[in-house]
Nanobody, 122 residues
Framework: QVQLVESGGGLVQAGGSLRLSCAAS????????MAWFRQAPGKEREFVAA??????LVADSVKGRFTISRNNAKNTVFLQMNTLKPEDTAVYYC?????????????????WGQGTQVTVSS
């Protein structure tokens, strides 16, 4: 069993930055893929970024603005969000997949955090 706790969300004006953190506890492994998803009202939960031993993957919608990183010693994954846009407003969820390969869809992940709200004003 794995527990994930996201933090770092908040309200920011367009063009600003936020850094999200996801602390994992329990039966974690550095070999597991970890990812960030987001869900805006009325929309499906969408892939944002993921990290695994082989590298990282970032969605086209945020590429160049968001960066995912990981601190294995602290069992924590981060999402640095720069040049935020109102379209980035959503609840951001951290997830862990019990496999090494990165998955792009929510069903491919086994554990989820409760989410942290990110609101970007125009």
């Amino acid at each position: 069993q794995v527990q994930l706790v996201e933090s770092g969300g908040g309200l920011v004006q367009a063009g600003g930055s936020l850094r999200l953190s996801c602390a994992a506890s329990g039966r974690t492994s550095s070999s597991y893929a970890m990812a960030w998803f987001r869900q805006a009202p009325g929309k499906e939960r969408e892939f944002v970024a993921a990290i695994s031993w082989s590298g990282t993957l970032v969605a086209d919608s945020v590429k160049g603005r968001f960066t995912i990183s990981r601190n294995n010693a602290k069992n924590t994954v981060f999402l640095q969000m720069n040049t935020l846009k109102p379209e980035d407003t959503a609840v951001y969820y951290c997830a862990i997949r019990g496999q090494t390969p990165i998955g792009l869809r929510p069903p491919e992940y086994d554990y989820w955090g409760q989410g942290t709200q990110v609101t970007v004003s125009s």
